[in-house]
């Protein structure tokens, strides 16, 4: 007589479902190749470049943000994004109106941003903005997807710290009064999710690249891209 497979149901937290899944979130973990146009010296090469599609979803989930926020505004805040590369860990700072820090029971909307999926400011279908992020999980997945991940934002009222370790795994939040306006995301990715060592120079080349395009389509935004030894 043939055994059955035992049929168990399983329920799944969203940062379990999304470590163990990373491609329905993130894309591929695995390196792929791709044809693209790389600048090296003030030109642009045409090129195969071997490179880890979902670790770069991860930065670019935390750019859109200050792309979103410089849209909603009709650029007349965050239109100076700033990137950092140091010490293993990416920083993307912003001079946008900061994020909302009212209570939604009883945790900063800032707080549920970067800590819980399907929350995000785009769900309004009558009022969103023309923006990039549309499904409320993208910074999430850069927190869920890194060893630590640090948020300041600054509302012209409150500096809401936000300090997220382990892969999401637990965080902390504290607030204090400030004048300022601002936000700054810093984030080290955990390579061993990526099957990485180290990151490589192609990573920092298809992030000008990145900066270049928007650049382009968005000229009244300042983008500063700083990379510690390159």
Known sequence: MKQHKENVIVKMSDREHCLMRPSMYIGAVDIASKDVFILENDKFYFKTISYNP?????????????????????????NTISIY??????????????????????????VIAF?????GSNFN???KANGIGTNGIGSFLTNV???????????????LTLNS?????????NIKSTTKKGTSVSFKPDLEKFKMLSVDNIYFD?????????????????????IEGK
Do not use: W
């Open 54 to 78: 979902g670790f770069l979803k991860i930065f670019d989930e935390i750019l859109d943000n200050s792309i979103d926020e410089a849209i909603r505004t009709n650029f007349e805040f965050a």
């Open 85 to 110: 590369y140091n010490n293993e860990t990416f920083t993307i700072e912003d001079n946008g109106r900061g994020i909302p820090q009212s209570l939604v029971d009883g945790v900063p909307q800032a």
């Open 115 to 119: 800590t819980e999926a399907r929350a």
């Open 125 to 127: 279908e009558a009022t």
């Open 145 to 159: 997807y890194s060893k630590s991940f640090t948020v300041e934002t600054c509302d012209g009222k409150n500096k």
């Open 165 to 173: 370790i382990n892969n999401a795994e637990s965080f902390t939040y």
């Open 206 to 226: 298809l992030i000008k690249n990145r900066c270049l395009h928007l650049a382009q389509c968005f000229p009244e935004i300042k983008f500063k891209l700083e």
